[in-house]
């Protein structure tokens, strides 16, 4: 590793070792992201802008305290008036005429933009009623901050949006990201993306392989080695970033991407042939999508389907939870766009690091094993149904499934089966139209479903495995958490039997079994997973080519015995050698890709 002095005045080039966590190669400006995504960017006005300003400021005002009453509305139905009435506290901040006066008169006396006089104004009641000697009045410290997060957000617009800030094409370095700021990086001026913290299936890293924008985490200190402007370029592949990377580097990058755009380009012809192997056994490859606008990608990759519908994203940007309406909008479009072919909506999994600032919910010690998912949902039912009614709507517009994320056991399937002919006799009722033979499946995703498979085999018609969440509780490594990313291991025996397990339950039991966690979309892990008799793999849309073209290259024997030797091996080390090895045999291209 190289290391670098910034006084010199030709920058020397600074080598960065990191989780390439996103492939691909990403040149650019660096712009750095605040961590503090509230915290605005300071401007001087003139006196000419200040009335524009109280304007902006006055909008902001009114939207957020409709979003105040949406949400206390959301909350009444799900979980009573008493506990709903805690908003109360908000909208009195915004009708408190202190608050509003002491903004226009900082306004006017400052001459800074809106934003910063807000944050000065909040900060300086928050400061003062945490002093005061009265809890009550402490605790209204809190909601000041809260509300005024919520102006600052609604005077950026929706969401943080980076069209907004980046003023050119740039790579973006941060602390970290949360999924839903990411859902703000879909725009053709983020390059690449470098945080310090993070690791390969933390849900901010599965959506940068989606929007195929490369990414490097773990970079420890990177938000605090490189300046706004510096050239960086960061390798995906090999989870690298150089800064001020030398004319040798860039040349010797341009021959790689290359390379891999000759690879790439000869694999996109088999969009249209079956994922089949070389002796004629065929599974269902469908991808993984965040929101309906990933459909295109998917639909350009060949995907015979959608495995996973991660419908939590259309919740996680948002400052209000969708209606039914807009969900059945949202559901329906994706059905249709894929005609005949299956699309399996995922309900809300939210908590864990998926948080919504629609939700008033608390920070947890434990959110991966907190208040996550069908858990929540079991305890919102007003929430929950009105997902499950809009899932049944878009079923009367295409081949929709429906699956319960996060299940432990069945009583919870039994529970959520219960609501769902809930909402079916609600819609019969008003009768609105919806698939009754709907399948229903679930999540299998901690070890305790997979050891209790044969129960729950009985209440559903599918099992989809979810090895991100599989591995993170079966071997107790936090997902997302770079400091022990070498223990998250796809192949520790462990995972290989709860997966065979739950594989064969499901087949004595007669339904099908699929994969829909990023074990799926590693060609390298294709050949076990098909010798294990997996019926569906389910992928992020870039990564489809390559592993139906690790398909086509197989024998499906030769993957049987490969999952039998994988099943006897003691390692997690040496299964992947295995399988490295038959890859290296059956499709050495794939190994440019992934390396
Ligand atoms: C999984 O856990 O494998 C999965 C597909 O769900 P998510 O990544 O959204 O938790
Ligand atoms: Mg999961």
Redesign the pocket.
Known sequence: MTTGSREELTPKEVVLEGIGVSPGVGIGPAFILSDDKEQPVERAIIDRDVPREIARFEEAIMTTRHQIKEIQEGLTDAIGQTDASILDAHLMVLDDRSFIEDVIVGLKKQLKNVETVVRLVAKKYADALSKVDDEYLRERAADIKDVARRILRNLHGDTYDLSVVLEHKSLVVARDLAPSEIAALRNDRVVGIATDLGSR?S?TA?MARSLEIPAVMALRDVSTRVFSGDQVLIDGNKGLLIISPTEERLQAYGQVVKAREHIRSELAGLRDEPAETKDGHRIVLSA?IELPDDVDAALEHGANGVG?F?SEYLYLTREVLPSEDEQARAYGEVARRFESKPVII?TL?LG?D?IGTAFQIPRERNPFMGWRAIRFCLSHPAIFKTQLKAILRASHEGNVKLMY?MITSVEEVVDANAILEEAKAELSAAGVPFDGGMEVGV?I?TPSAALTADTIAPHVNFF???????IQYTLAVDRGNEQIANLYKPTHPAIIKLIQHTIDVGHQYGIWVGL???MAADPLLTPLLLGLKIDELSVTPPALPMVKDAIRSLDYPAAQELAAAALSGKSAEHVIDLCRETIARTAPEILELVR
């Open positions: 299936t849900h599965i993984n996973l991660r995922r999994d864990g998926k994320p999540m995703e989809s495995l979810g090895s991100n969440d599989l829909c966690g990023e």
